[in-house]
């Protein structure tokens, strides 16, 4: 059931928060458009997610379900859904490392902010620090969101333990500290996915508001939306991966051999999920170790 859940979530992500085309334009597509494309059951906001993921579903073929099984998902033209990009990038801030990401094509943003890298803003061991930028980044995507020059989908934060500077993207993480990282995230995602400022009681102590709570998106009659999100955040990537390219072996087929799953994974990564995070990306490498039966 829980798994159920997560895939009806997403699917309706794609059409509850409008995601615009696979290649960012100065004039972004969205689905349920009139007078032709808005009759859908999915495109009924007052219905609940489950049942307007439901109804997307019973739409689509088995060749259009296929075809969204990549980051490039293809459109749907006769139920007016456009292509879209689920890899976009910001790590500390927006970046055109990922595809949905464009600062060209004729759109009015030629430029985002550019935080530390996380390493550096993990080392003040600042929670609220951590949460602002989250959300600082946020409302930037937003924004690009909304002239089509970026998708509501982003693979940040990269939540791996720093274990070899070998690896090269050591900057990327929060550090070798399992406990650091997962905090970082919990505290980037919430400010990340949130979409309003006072969700919460604001303390003297911290000076900002919803410490610990989940921030959401305000609705049209200013009531709290729980079942939206400003943007989705994307964990990364699987525990253990600290290997790009090495001699023979490269990060797609190199096989971790891991003798620490289980409590790293837990401080790291299921602490995070469980918290704030909807998405976690399982990318390149495959890991053997006695806890195989847990990771599966």
Known sequence: MVANGRCLFFLLLFLSLSPSNSKPVANPQFPCKPPTHN?????????????RAQSLISHLTLQEKIQQLSDNASGIPRLGIPHYEWWSESLHGISINGPGVSFKNGGPVTSATGFPQVIVS????????????????????????NVGQ?????????INIFRDPRWGRGQETPGEDP????????????????????NGTETESTGRHGIGQKR???????????????????????TAYDLEKWGNFSRYSFNAV????????????????????????????????SFDSIVN
């Open 216 to 238: 959401v998106l305000l609705g049209e009659d200013g009531e709290i939306n729980d079942d939206k999100l400003m943007l989705s955040a994307c964990c990364k990537h699987s």
């Open 258 to 289: 891991v003798t620490c799953f289980l409590i790293q994974f837990v401080n790291s990564f299921l602490l995070v999920f469980i918290i704030v995070s909807w998405n976690y990306k399982i990318k390149y490498n495959s890991i053997e170790n």
């Open 122 to 145: 993990a080392a003040s061991f600042n929670r609220t620090l951590w949460f602002l930028i989250g959300s600082a980044i946020a409302i930037e995507a937003r924004a690009m969101y």
């Open 39 to 51: 009759t859908y059951s999915f495109c009924n906001k007052s219905l609940t997610i489950t049942r």
């Open 150 to 158: 970026a998708g509501l989908t982003f693979w940040a934060p990269n």
């Open 179 to 198: 406990m650091v990282a997962s905090a970082y995230a919990i505290e980037f995602v919430k400010g990340f996915q949130g979409g309003h400022w006072k």
